[in-house]
């Protein structure tokens, strides 16, 4: 079992940006390394994966402003955020796509 957990979360204005980390306890280089993120009375929804293959997907919302990376060599995964919008507010979740999950890290985007 794979221990993850976010860092880089904050509290930022509209148009800011941050870069939020995940770091694995395990070799990550087999995994789909994948965002989620909850709103405030909302559902966990999905945000970005980036595949053990090399492929990327974003959700409609975040196309465009969020860019996924990972590292295998350090067994990370990043989400840089750019030009972020009061809805982005939320609590971002890490997943090794296999069902393990970080405790999470608050984004909270207000003028």
């Known amino acids: 079992q794979v221990r993850l957990v976010e860092s880089g979360g904050g509290l930022v204005q509209p148009g800011g940006s941050l870069r939020l980390s995940c770091a694995a306890s395990?070799?990550?280089?087999?995994?789909?390394m994948g965002w989620h993120r909850r709103a405030p009375e909302k559902q966990r929804e999905f945000v970005a994966y980036f595949s053990n293959v090399g492929t990327i997907k974003y959700a409609e919302p975040v196309k465009g402003r969020f860019t996924i990376s990972r590292d295998n060599a350090k067994n990370t995964a990043y989400l840089q955020m750019n030009s972020l919008k009061p809805e982005d507010t939320a609590v971002y979740y890490c997943?090794?796509?296999?069902?393990?999950w970080g405790q999470g890290t608050q984004v909270t985007v207000s003028a």
């Open positions: 395990g070799d990550i280089s087999m995994y789909t």
């Open positions: 997943t090794d796509g296999m069902g393990d």
